[in-house]
């Protein structure tokens, strides 16, 4: 069978053709997408990455479409996350499956939904699917959702692109990113005029949004010009703990704000302990704000014997702390916090959240929409993981600082420190594994609410009740379609 035969709107592909059809197209499309991502950032292949998908799609019967849905998802993770078999193979295969047969579920309701309605359709059906499924894995699920490789992220380095994320939020792009593969495979598809307006038309409202969301930068705004250091550091010697603080206050006079990492050490510890006595005491000396996270007992105890927190030690000896929101899933991470506050310093309300719960979209924001004018992220990566999730995990961060359009400072005890500016710009960003050094830069508070932290954010929602509509309206007409 041709290529013009695969592609032409009345044939259909079936046996030993649509399962080769399917392989190809499946593994294809995850290939490339992997070029979008660390080390590679060829961030443009993820605008036509899923054509392939796309245009075989509509050939195939709905069953066939599921198989396509399990081929590309297996695909995708197993070339974009590959750095996870490293850390739990077994549950990382397992993830990919079970992940997989959400977008298998996708795909034949949106194969049984253009048969009824026609391939018109597949403009708006195929970023339903694709992105109401990558919702499902990384925002909705409580305990166990994933956001790593979510297709928006491919635009990281891309950062003109990326600020569409103030509208609305970073799965917005994804959503724009596969409506523009679907108007492609549409063009290819019908070979029609009226086809390829729309998508003319489309790139143009991108460039839009593109450009209205860089006029909504707004750096130089009046306020305090303060100064943070992020440490990397991997250390559970206290006194080069300390030495590490005292150094950085000396080389950089007049910081503002310190962040250290997570987990700095395994045994618990008490406000009282002499550790924290002499952080305080530091705090003090140099009217600096130091944030660092430590396993302390649990308020509200669960599965885990500690909580995981990130402790805000202030100049006055005044410690705030935050639990950690969402623990790392199938490991010992803490217990889920109660509650995550803003904190009031001399220097602007802060809002810190720890290393996982930067992943989502909805913790940061919330902290945002609670009055946070910059953010504190003390990080752990160890240093037996691959430089790879170093790599996707600040990417993601790039992507909370433009959602938010705030400062964030982020410390990791292997990499990659950095203050993230509020244009996803990496400043003083450290080398992964360099040690008991600090990235420093200036930062200024911000009060501005995005679009995205006023109501973008509702964009998730919308898409996951379209999603919802999908599968029930298609399996409605399924069912009746068989009696």
């Known amino acids: ?83 996870l078999f490293s850390i739990t193979a077994i549950i990382s295969l397992s993830l990919f499956f079970l992940w997989s047969l959400v977008l298998a579920v996708a795909f034949y309701c949106v194969s049984t939904l253009m048969r009824k309605y026609g391939i018109g359709w597949l403009l708006l059906l195929m970023p339903v699917a694709i992105v109401g499924q990558e ?16 297709i928006g992220y491919s635009q990281s380095a891309n950062l003109f692109i990326a600020q569409i994320a103030s509208i609305g939020g970073v799965y917005f792009i994804s959503f724009l990113i ?60 206290k006194e080069l703990l300390i030495d590490t603080i005292t150094k950085t206050i000396e080389a950089n006079v007049g910081v503002d704000f310190i962040v250290m990492p997570e987990h700095l050490f395994s045994d618990r510890i008490g406000l009282d302990d002499p550790f924290i006595n002499k952080v305080q005491a530091l705090a003090t000396k140099h009217e600096v704000c130091i944030c660092l ?100 995990q600040i990417d993601i961060a790039r992507f909370r600082a433009i959602e938010l359009r705030r400062y964030m400072v982020r410390s990791s005890n292997s990499g990659i420190s950095a203050i993230v500016n509020p244009n996803g710009k990496l400043l003083g960003n450290l080398p992964v594994q360099e040690q008991n050094v600090a990235a420093v830069a200036k930062i200024m508070p911000n009060n501005d609410r995005t679009i995205f932290v006023s109501f973008g954010y509702h964009f998730n929602s919308l898409l996951k009740i379209l999603m919802a509509i999908l599968i029930f309206y298609s399996l409605y007409i399924d069912l009746h379609r068989k009696k």
């Open 293 to 392: 996270g430590v396993h302390v007992d649990p308020e509200n105890p669960g599965v885990c014997d500690y909580d995981n927190t990130a402790l805000l030690i202030h100049p006055d000896g005044k410690i705030d702390s935050q639990a950690k929101a969402v623990p790392l899933p199938f490991f010992m991470d803490g217990n889920p916090a109660s509650r995550q506050e803003v904190f009031k310093t001399a220097h602007g309300n802060v809002g810190v959240f720890i290393c996982y719960d930067g992943s989502f979209t909805d913790i940061p924001r919330q902290l945002v929409d609670k009055g946070a004018e910059f953010l504190l992220a003390p990080v752990m990566n160890p240093m037996a993981w691959p430089t790879a999730q170093r790599f996707q």
């Open 135 to 150: 919702l499902i894995r990384a925002e909705t699920l409580t305990r166990i959702r994933f956001a790593y490789a979510a």
């Open 178 to 237: 596969i409506l523009v593969n679907a108007a492609i495979a549409l063009v290819i598809i019908k070979r029609q005029l009226q086809h390829l307006v729309v998508l003319v038309g489309l790139i143009i409202c991108i460039g839009v949004l593109a450009l209205y969301s860089q006029s909504t930068i707004s750096e130089n705004q009046p306020g305090d010009n303060l100064i943070a250091a992020a440490i990397q550091i991997d250390s559970v010697n």
């Open 1 to 83: 069978m041709s290529i013009g035969q695969i592609i032409k709107s009345d044939v259909d592909i079936t046996g030993w053709p649509a399962l080769l059809t399917i392989l190809i197209a499946g593994l294809l499309t995850g290939y490339l997408m992997r070029l979008c991502f660390y080390p590679y950032y060829f961030h443009y292949l993820a605008w036509i990455g899923f054509v392939p998908v796309i245009l075989v799609l509509p050939r195939l019967r709905p069953d066939n479409a599921a198989i396509l849905g399990v081929v590309l998802a297996m695909s995708y993770y197993c070339f974009c996350l590959n750095w």
